[in-house]
């Protein structure tokens, strides 16, 4: 995937907020953080192409620019949202 449009991702807040749903695939647009409204494991790519699999507790935000929020390998329930 081409990050060419997120070449700015560390300046400014997020313009705007998108629900996400695990996936086995890239998502439509990387995003700059997760927030993550459910405990558990959360498997991710992050924009420099690391997989990595934290554990977190309710109502907890990802600090990462992320390509991919993983089906396989996120444990974590209820809802997750990308700043974007």
């Given at each position: 995937?081409?990050?060419d449009?997120f070449?700015?991702?560390?300046?400014?807040?997020?313009?705007?907020?998108?629900?996400?749903?695990?996936?086995?695939?890239?998502?439509?647009?990387?995003?700059?953080?997760?927030?993550?409204?459910?405990?558990?494991?959360?498997?991710?790519?992050?924009?420099?192409?690391?997989?990595?699999?934290?554990?977190?507790?309710?109502?907890?935000?990802?600090?990462?620019?992320?390509?991919?929020?993983?089906?396989?390998g996120?444990?974590?329930?209820?809802?997750?949202?990308?700043?974007?």
């Amino acid at each position: 995937m081409a990050n060419d449009g997120f070449k700015d991702i560390a300046s400014g807040p997020a313009t705007t907020i998108d629900l996400i749903t695990p996936a086995d695939s890239d998502l439509a647009r990387p995003i700059r953080a997760l927030f993550v409204t459910g405990a558990g494991a959360v498997k991710i790519t992050t924009l420099a192409n690391d997989v990595r699999t934290l554990t977190v507790p309710a109502n907890y935000r990802i600090d990462c620019a992320m390509l991919r929020v993983w089906s396989t390998g996120t444990t974590s329930s209820g809802e997750m949202h990308g700043y974007i």
